[in-house]
Every structure is written in structure tokens, then in C-alpha cells.
T-cell receptor, first 109, second 112 residues
Framework: ELKVEQNPLFLSMQEGKNYTIYCNYS?????LYWYRQDPGKSLESLFVLLSNGAVKQEGRLMASLDTKARLSTLHITAAVHDLSATYFCAVGRDDKIIFGKGTRLHILP | DGGITQSPKYLFRKEGQNVTLSCEQN?????MYWYRQDPGQGLRLIYYSQIVNDFQKGDIAEGYSVSREKKESFPLTVTSAQKNPTAFYLC???????????FGPGTRLTVL
């Protein structure tokens, strides 16, 4: 059974600091996704990672994938208040996509 | 504009009633999904469909039913057999793997 674990589940950080969110998954997969959700809203796709060693960056967010360790990271550089949201990783296996519980990120001014 | 629509945005239901949530997409995507979101639980897969007239159970299908008679539409019925239906329901679609899913705006269902 495919399980996806994120940590931390809640993160409060100061503006300007760096931090990393971790996503571990239990079985092999050919694709990993990162999404953002604002309170009361739907999900927005951030990154799709398909191969070992893949790295993608958009603004202050950078995602990477290590398929051997079954680990993906979402790194936040010099955080700003606008990045406050809940971030989900999701892992695909066959036709299913299974989500982690999400990391609620609160950035303090 | 292409996208996914869900209706209604808010839905109130009395215990013992069935209710149907609408999901429509005009992205020409083959695959469609239903997820349930509860606070602190992330998203849990209810049903998914890769092609018209075919669908599979997800991890929490009990108390729910779906149909996929048209490519554009994937309605979800929450039956009276679902013991705790109050939640935020999200519909998503995607083209061939490995593309990311596009999500609708969600329906917030409350059972009174």
C-alpha cells in the first residue's frame, strides 16, 4: 500500500529564513507532485518531478526528488508572507495519486 | 476558458438524504478524480475514472457512488450510508500520466 508522509505538519517561520519540507513515500513511484492550497481554496499545482535527481525551481520554492531514498523536499528560500499556505506532496502509482497530510506553513512578518 | 467547475459551492443536507455533487471539465481530460478533505487529514481518494463508463474505488469509497457517462462529467453521490459526510469535496482531472491534476474549486458539504 502506498503511503505518503510529510513533515513537519505545521511550520511557523520568520520572513527571510530558509526552511525545508520533507515528503517520504513507501513504495516505488514514477511521479511526484507538489501542490499549494490557500485557506478555503482549491489546490494549485507547483511542481511535477519524474526522475531521480530531478530539481525544479519557481521563485523562492525549489523541489527535488531522490527516488532511491523515496524522498522529496520542498525548500523555501528567504520566505515571504505570501508563501503562507498549506503545501501537499502527492505520489503517483499506476492510476492512483495519493496525497500526504500537508504542511501548514505560517510565515511571520 | 478551460477548467473544472463544481457545484454547488456549499451544500447542506439532512441526515438520511442522498445528495449529488457535480463536477464538469472542459479540458478534454480522460481521467477524473474525487477526493475528500478533512482538517488535518489531507486529501483522501474516493473514486477515480480513467475513461468513460469505467471507474475504480479509491481508499474511502464506502457510502459513495459515481458515474461516468460523459467524458466531461463525473458526478459524486453521497449516500445515507456514509456515516460522516461533512467535509470539503474536491474534484480533479488530468490528461495522460504523468501530468499534474487540475482541481475544481470544491464543494463544502455539511450534514445537519
Amino acid at each position: 500500500e502506498l503511503k505518503v508522509e510529510q513533515n513537519p505538519l505545521f511550520l511557523s517561520m520568520q520572513e527571510g529564513k530558509n526552511y525545508t519540507i520533507y515528503c517520504n513515500y513507501s513504495t516505488t513511484s514514477d511521479r511526484l507532485y507538489w501542490y499549494r492550497q490557500d485557506p478555503g481554496k482549491s489546490l494549485e499545482s507547483l511542481f511535477v518531478l519524474l526522475s531521480n535527481g530531478a530539481v525544479k525551481q519557481e521563485g523562492r520554492l525549489m523541489a527535488s526528488l531522490d527516488t532511491k531514498a523515496r524522498l522529496s523536499t520542498l525548500h523555501i528560500t528567504a520566505a515571504v508572507h505570501d508563501l503562507s499556505a498549506t503545501y501537499f506532496c502527492a505520489v503517483g502509482r499506476d492510476d492512483k495519486i495519493i496525497f500526504g497530510k500537508g504542511t501548514r506553513l505560517h510565515i511571520l512578518p | 476558458d478551460g477548467g473544472i467547475t463544481q457545484s454547488p459551492k456549499y451544500l447542506f443536507r439532512k441526515e438520511g438524504q442522498n445528495v449529488t455533487l457535480s463536477c464538469e471539465q472542459n479540458l478534454n481530460h480522460d481521467a477524473m478524480y474525487w477526493y475528500r478533505q478533512d482538517p488535518g487529514q489531507g486529501l483522501r481518494l474516493i473514486y477515480y475514472s480513467q475513461i468513460v463508463n469505467d471507474f475504480q474505488k479509491g481508499d474511502i469509497a464506502e457510502g459513495y457512488s459515481v458515474s461516468r457517462e460523459k467524458k466531461e462529467s463525473f458526478p459524486l453521490t453521497v449516500t445515507s450510508a456514509q456515516k460522516n459526510p461533512t467535509a470539503f469535496y474536491l474534484c480533479a482531472s488530468s490528461s495522460d500520466r504523468p501530468e499534474a491534476q487540475y482541481f475544481g474549486p470544491g464543494t463544502r458539504l455539511t450534514v445537519l
